[in-house]
């Protein structure tokens, strides 16, 4: 099979900066490496005009934040809801989820502390599954999890 792993998954954002801020700051993404593109890809992006990709690192988790030239980037930035078809979050283990609330929202993002829900029993260990979402500054669903396994290991 030609397959040989998934390398990363790609985010639009409006601010590139305070997209970056988010990612680097409440989940302890680094930088690798920042490109500007004019024109040349605009067959691959299906759109004319230039873009600047950023890309971001954690642990084996590769993050591209695109940013157009132009300035447009469509949508309202509002939370996707959870039953409309395609990606709907990214979700990360933590140790206690609602130590992340405050950084995201000085990092640009939203803690949506409605949605804190926990699991007895159903967790590592027989320990509870605390889970919640946050979004960063464009939208998009972040699940922080906790007492949840590590899927790597199953």
Request: hydrophobic share 40%; aromatic share 8%.
């Amino acid at each position: 099979m030609a397959l040989r792993s998934f390398s990363h998954l790609g985010i639009c954002v409006s601010d590139l900066d305070v997209s970056t801020r988010f990612y680097i700051d409440v989940l302890g993404f680094r930088e690798l490496f920042t490109f500007d593109f004019d024109g040349i890809l605009a067959a691959t992006m299906e759109r004319p005009g230039g873009f600047t990709s950023r890309m971001l690192a954690r642990d084996d988790v590769r993050i591209e934040l695109l940013r157009w030239h132009d300035g447009t980037a469509a949508g309202d930035g509002a939370r996707r809801p959870m039953d409309r078809r395609g990606v709907t979050h990214l979700c990360f283990r933590v140790d206690e989820p609602d130590e992340l609330f405050a950084i995201a929202e000085r990092s640009g993002g939203a803690a949506w502390r409605h949605t804190l829900t926990s699991l007895d029993g159903m967790g590592t260990g027989g320990e509870a599954v605390r889970t919640v979402y946050l979004t960063d500054p464009d939208g998009v669903r972040v699940e922080c999890v906790a007492g949840s396994p590590d899927l790597a290991d199953l």
